[in-house]
């Protein structure tokens, strides 16, 4: 998951009672090491299993947007030398920003590049059209841009999503996002090792629903990872009610998204992860009826 729990671990209050969508597990297992009761809940039963075998110590999976991935990465070494993984290690290495800065100009963000990676979305799109509606125009332009905004603003040597997204391989200099040094090889990649995190519920089901099942003011905290994106505009209003009930008065919620703005108002946390448009906390929340 490309998630930087740093977010959540910023705002929420400690030892709470949290919601988290279960998605691949990484958010979930990282607050449940920080102390968190979690819930996480999904409406996918295949997501769901996934991220529970995962905690429970099955190996990481490779998927379509690792594949992906994997794909432009090689695309990108063979037309420039600074994508190469022997460059890009050395780019990684740095903590410096001004020659983070520097680097990413002169030797990685390239015409060929740019060229590249519109040739690379566009043909993603035609071919695949249910992962990209709810994308912002000209994703390409979007990428480069949060790319060039996120290696500018912190260091490489210590971002284990920056090593991910431009390498395939987790940061010899980092601990893992969910609290583990612990890493297993998965198609050439590595990928965390969730095991050993402490229990976490697990719910199969529509996170709206659930909300309005619990008891009033249930949750502590909630994060949302990008429910937003995809489902019509009346569906952010339903969640935000279900908010209000489910979690109480107050409790941080955190959203993000791929698109340029927050669909719900909030405001920015600290995010190292790279490809989000925003990741917010929620303006407060009061219980409604």
């Known amino acids: 998951m490309y998630e930087d729990p740093g977010a ?10 949290v919601l988290a969508i ?31 075998a995962r905690l429970a110590g099955a190996p990481t999976a490779t998927g379509t947007a690792e594949r992906l991935q994997a794909v432009a990465r090689r695309a990108a ?30 030797h990685l963000d390239r015409p060929r590049l740019a060229a590249l990676m519109r040739l690379a979305f566009a043909s993603a799109g035609l071919v695949r059209r249910d992962l990209w509606r709810s994308l912002p125009p000209r994703m390409d332009l979007v990428l480069r841009h949060r790319l060039a905004t996120g290696l500018t603003t912190h260091p490489n040597a210590t971002n284990p999503w920056a090593w991910r997204l431009l390498l395939g391989r987790e940061c010899p200099a980092a601990s893992s996002p969910t609290g583990t040094e612990s890493a297993t090889s998965v198609h050439g990649a590595i990928a965390p090792s969730l095991t050993g995190t402490e229990s976490v519920t697990w719910v199969h089901g529509d996170v709206v629903e659930h909300l309005r099942s619990v008891p009033r003011g249930w949750y502590d905290a909630a994060t949302l990872s990008n429910v937003l994106d995809g489902p ?24 993000r998204t791929f698109g340029t703005e927050s669909p719900l108002p909030g405001d ?18 009061t219980q409604g009826a």
């Open 77 to 106: 070494g063979a037309i420039l030398p600074g994508w190469r993984p022997a460059a890009m290690t050395a780019f990684l290495r740095l903590d410096d920003l001004d020659a983070q800065r520097d680097h990413w100009r002169r």
């Open 8 to 17: 959540e671990l910023s705002v929420f209050p400690a030892g709470g009672r």
């Open 232 to 255: 019509p505009p009346a569906f952010a209003a339903e969640l935000r009610n279900a908010l209000r009930h489910g979690v109480r008065p107050g409790g941080p919620v955190v959203l």
């Open 268 to 285: 920015p946390l600290p995010d190292r992860s790279l490809l989000w448009g925003a990741v917010v906390r929620l303006h407060p929340l």
């Open 22 to 52: 279960a998605s691949a597990g990484d958010t979930a297992a990282a607050l449940a090491r920080a102390g968190h009761q979690v819930t996480a809940v999904d409406i996918s039963a295949t997501q769901l299993a996934y991220a529970r």
